[in-house]
């Protein structure tokens, strides 16, 4: 199989709804109208209802009832809501999968994602297209599970008992997870340093030139990699620490904080 035959199978391919696609786009840009993306994401009424839930949650402490999208904005402000947005496009994007395990792999995601938010206050940067950025890192893992389920389940067991995934998916498809997201990401127009940090996310030395981004997303995933075990972040590589501008004292405190601190999203989305 080649990459491109999962992309030519258009029937099995996510689609997001087009307001979902503008707010994407609007990651690289700074006029964004706010109020006539209000009333687009209004007319999307599974996501309007996820966004209301959202603001009128405990986790934002809403003093009032929230009734519309608009007061939602002032609530949580435009950067929480489409970052709420895009997630409930993507992850509704993909159809439940047999042999996959969709709740669990969305969990793993998020847990990425808040942690990737929290580095990139640490380092400076963007912290919700680094939340976005986490979340889809590896979501040409579920494209493999829907083009090719029954080689993707024996991947996962091998996964499972210490194999290598992109190792596996290279021998046995010919391409591997990280290429299908960095090609999906592309076709969604997300900004192209989203699709860059996808694309180094396991290799960030190989990256022309370093981004924030790439090495925020490498040490979230080294941080949620490593959780069940002893981390020493002295093994983090001396371009990330000067990427993120910061030290491993500070990387372990955010990490403290974003294990303690969930985004609250995907109790919202899932």
Sequence with gaps: MKLE?????????PTIPKVVQELID???????????????????????????????????????????????????????????????????????????????????SFKVASTAKHLARLARFNPEMAFVCGMIHNIGEMMIHIVAPEIAVKIDRYVESGGNRILLEDNNI??????????????????????????????????????????????????VDQEEDEINLSELPASILEALNATPEQIAERWETSKSEPSGLEEIVL
Excluded: C
Aim: avoid cysteine.
């Design 26 to 108: 609007s990651f690289s840009r700074e006029d964004v109208d706010i109020e006539s993306v209000a009333r687009k994401i209004s007319l999307d009424q599974v996501i309007t209802a996820k966004v209301l839930r959202l603001a009128n949650s405990a986790h934002f402490g809403a003093s009032r009832l929230v009734g519309s999208v608009n007061e939602a904005v002032i609530v949580l402000g435009f950067n929480t809501v489409r970052t709420l947005v895009v997630a409930s496009g993507v992850t509704g994007a993909f159809v439940a999968t047999p042999g996959f395990d969709r709740k669990g792999f969305w969990q793993r």
């Design 174 to 223: 010919g391409f591997d997870y990280v290429m299908v997201g960095e090609e999906l990401t592309r076709r969604w127009n997300f900004p192209d340093e989203i699709q860059s940090a996808v694309k180094y996310q396991n290799n960030p030395q190989d990256q022309p030139t370093l981004t924030k981004l790439t090495a925020i997303l490498y040490t979230a995933l080294y941080l």
């Design 5 to 13: 035959d999962i992309f030519e199978q258009t029937h099995k391919l």
